[in-house]
């Protein structure tokens, strides 16, 4: 891989996982398979220094993220520094637990924007994806709370086969809870949900349907609610830029500090990321090891050195590269110029064919669905 020095410009955006705490265990989950514990997290100290220097960095956008944000004693701290520094925060929350509660004194300290997740539409769905009874009642109540605050609100759903039904139920609950904007994110198969991929995988003509529901849903409720569409890498002729193209315009910090281009990263073996501990943001952005690693467009392999998208998608996903064909540096498979593209292709369409997925695999202690059944019961 080949590394460039060239200054680039600041980021737009930070995302801070705070925490790998969550009360969910979504099968879906976006997270490394080993999570920080919390013994481990970056303290608050750091944080109110790494948001001085976003700042300084001109970022405007801070995501607090988890894991559940809100397991954090110090988060209204937090989100009160976001403000004085004029970041415009989001809070990106499961809306469990200590969410509702908090949400008065996050208000008051400047929040201004929420993202709820909601894993379906139903009690009944939601709670079985969540492996949480009761999470969707208490979401329901943590978006009533949200609406009587007038705080801005963004609905995400992750789809999956197993709720890739429910979509048009999807955009009627955005609006029944007063969502502006509507996210409607395609399973990407990394972290715990790499390993549910058979159990979550839907079949193509599913995908073409909630597109359609999707787009016709669009000119329906222009003006009311922006619908935001992630297709499924896996039935895509082209990649996605993902992040926006690796060390281009984010940054993500890890609970312990890391500073990754990406949340996946650190799936890919040999990569050096620096932490806030040691570096400066800025130092980070423009010097670390991992950022340069496959930043630009150097590194790239053909067909993408010589493909007229290499500026629009960058190459697509580092991380899909690794975890489907074992070599980060490769053209994303995603893409139709892959010459491995039909083995992805044809790898979803055998998954979503399986008349019977497996069972999904829960994150935490008990990750069968019988066993989360018994455990974990919200009061
Ligand atoms: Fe993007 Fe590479 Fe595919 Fe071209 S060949 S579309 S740059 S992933
Ligand atoms: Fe890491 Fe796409 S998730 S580059």
Request: charged share 20%; aromatic share 6%.
């Amino acid at each position: 891989m080949t590394s460039s020095r060239v200054p680039v410009p600041n980021p737009l955006g930070i995302l801070l996982e705070l925490t790998h705490r969550c009360p969910l265990h979504c099968p879906y989950c976006s997270n490394p398979l080993e999570l920080d514990k919390r013994s481990a997290e970056i303290d608050t100290a750091t944080v109110l220094r790494v948001l001085d220097e976003a700042a300084e960095l001109g970022i405007l956008h801070v995501h607090l993220s988890g894991g559940e944000p809100t397991a954090r004693r110090d988060i209204v701290e937090i989100t009160a520094k976001c403000a004085s520094t004029g970041l415009y925060s989001n809070l990106i929350t499961s809306g469990v637990g200590p969410a509702a509660a908090l949400l008065p004194a996050l208000a008051e300290a400047g929040l201004d924007h929420v993202q709820l997740s909601l894993q379906g539409t139903t009690a009944a769905s939601a709670d079985k994806v969540a492996g949480l009874k009761g999470s969707h009642e208490a979401k329901m109540k943590f978006a009533a709370e949200v609406d009587r605050l007038g705080l801005a609100l963004t609905v995400n759903a992750v789809i999956h086969r197993g709720n890739i039904g429910e979509v048009e139920g999807f955009i009627e609950k955005a609006i029944e809870l007063g969502a502006r904007r509507l996210e409607v994110a395609h399973t990407q198969y990394y972290g715990w949900a790499y390993k549910n991929r058979a159990a979550l995988m839907p079949a193509r003509p599913e995908v073409e349907q909630s597109i359609r529901i999707v787009e016709a849903a669009r000119e329906r409720l222009s003006g009311k609610l922006v619908i935001d569409m992630v297709v499924p890498d896996y039935y895509a002729l082209r990649p996605k830029a993902c992040a926006g193209g690796w060390g281009r315009k984010f940054m993500n910090v890890s609970p312990n500090g890391r500073v990754l281009p990406c949340h996946a990263a650190e799936s890919i073996p040999g990569l050096e990321f620096w932490n806030v501990q040691d570096h400066s943001l800025g130092d980070i952005w423009q010097n670390s090891p991992a950022f340069n690693a496959y930043r630009g467009t150097a590194w790239m392999p053909e067909p993408c050195q010589s493909c007229e998208r290499k500026e629009l998608d960058w190459g697509g996903c580092r991380c899909q590269a690794l975890a489907l064909l074992g070599d980060a540096s490769l053209t994303d498979p995603a893409c139709g110029k892959s010459p491995f593209h039909s083995r992805i292709e044809a790898l979803a369409a055998s998954e979503a064919a399986e008349s019977a997925p497996p069972d999904y695999i829960y994150r935490g202690p008990g990750q069968t669905a019988a066993a989360r059944e018994h455990e974990d019961v919200l009061p």
